[in-house]
């Protein structure tokens, strides 16, 4: 036999939902009143303490990183487009593979790309990252991570005053006082 289809959805509270409600009075000031209270209850078969669960309609969403083709030292690079992260990242194993060289950094607040809090191994100054026919620079911190990424963070997007049009599958920046659109994908690691 085959998985329940509610199985793996989250749990709702019928009760919480049912006294924010409206009716001609919300069902918690229906329910102050006893006999409406003892009606319910008998209906519903509750306890006190005892709460209903029903299942939520639609698991949690998977989430798609956004990646915009990039260059660095000749070498094409998908990048993940992060406006959660404040800094832009590289992790080691690709530094290593593009031969960067890092300076030792002292920063401990920085969030790996797996979620997991750790410190930057170092940074990597004034490399340029190419995007279309623009050569742009900023920062990169470098972590330890197995994986090969390169994830340009909000510091990235703020100074070439970005905007990622996940409609269009757009990223639109300026670069020189000019205006460059490429194409994003939304694609699964």
Partial sequence: MGESLLSSRLKYNLLQDMFQQRAEIIYGQ???????????????????????????YEKPSQYTPIKVYTRIKGNTILAILDTGACMSVVTKPLAVALGLRWKLSNRTDVIAVDGKSQAAVGVVDNIPVVIAEAQTFIPLQVINLASKILLLGTDWLDKYKADVLSSIRKLRFVFQGKTIEVDVINARD
């Avoid at 519903?44 to 029903?54: A, H, Y």
Wanted: hydrophobic share 40%; proline share 4%; charged share 30%.
């Fill in 30 to 56: 229906l329910l102050e009143y006893p006999k409406h209270r003892v009606a319910l209850e008998t209906v519903l078969n509750l306890f006190k303490d005892q709460v209903n669960i029903t299942e939520e």
